[in-house]
């Protein structure tokens, strides 16, 4: 399974657009990039998940360049309830399983 | 629509005691079904992944156990609690429309040992 490394934390204020970077150089031909959310005391919510260049959805759009080993997760003009622990996972499709990383913590401030 | 139910959800318990937490899933067959540990402040550890009844694949070794006794009930348990098995752990699904890369999480049971 590639690993994957993205910022320990971010912070941000509502209203602004926020881009989380993950890098995943080791990504497999047959690997998909998908992303989930976390809030305190409760498990991961799937957000979006993508094989390449850019998906989109009602919450976030996923932008995955052409080489595929990184991928940026943006959303747009945050508020306080997205204050949340981001996750970037790799692996197959339809993978008997997956590995989440520590995440990505993103504070967003009034 | 799918459910998943995890019980208790909190559960405090002495160091050395035995541990059973019980997951169930509804609305969906044949799933696959996880269990994951997350120590305070920390991300997810997979712990146990099943694939079927019977079908257990350990992930790190501890002194934990898992069993899947029928289709959408997955156990894990522990014979000896140690203080390090402190944390919340989440049970999750898998095998929906959108195949295995989306995971449903229960709510979760919060373990403290002392």
């Known amino acids: 399974l590639a690993k994957t490394t993205q910022p320990i934390s971010m912070d941000s204020y509502e209203g602004q657009e926020v881009n989380i970077t993950c890098s995943h150089n080791?990504?497999?031909?047959?690997?998909?990039i998908t992303w989930y959310q976390q809030f305190p005391s409760q498990g991961p919510r799937f957000i979006i998940q993508g094989y390449k260049t850019k998906v989109t959805n009602e919450v976030a759009s996923l932008f995955i360049p052409a080489d595929r080993k990184s991928s940026t997760l943006s959303l747009p003009r945050v508020s306080l309830s997205d204050t949340a622990v981001y996750y970037c996972?790799?692996?197959?499709?339809?993978?008997?399983?997956?590995?989440f990383g520590t995440g990505t913590r993103l504070q967003v401030f009034p | 629509s799918q459910t998943i139910h995890q019980w208790p959800a909190t559960l405090v318990q002495p160091v050395g005691s035995p541990l059973s937490l019980e997951c169930t899933v509804e609305g969906t067959s044949n799933p696959n079904l996880y269990w994951y540990r997350q120590a305070a402040g920390r991300g997810l550890q997979l712990l146990f992944y099943?694939?079927?009844?019977?079908?257990i694949s350990s992930e790190v070794p501890q002194n934990l156990s898992a069993s899947r006794p029928q289709d959408r009930q997955f156990i894990l348990s522990s014979k000896k609690l140690l203080l390090s098995d402190s944390g919340f752990y989440l049970c999750?699904?898998?095998?929906?429309?959108?195949?295995?890369?989306?995971?449903?999480f229960g709510p979760g049971t919060r373990l403290t040992v002392l």
């Open positions: 996972l790799v692996g197959a499709y339809n993978t008997d399983k997956l590995i």
């Open positions: 080791n990504i497999a031909t047959n690997d998909y």
């Open positions: 999750a699904w898998s095998g929906g429309s959108r195949g295995h890369n989306e995971q449903f």
């Open positions: 099943s694939v079927g009844i019977g079908q």
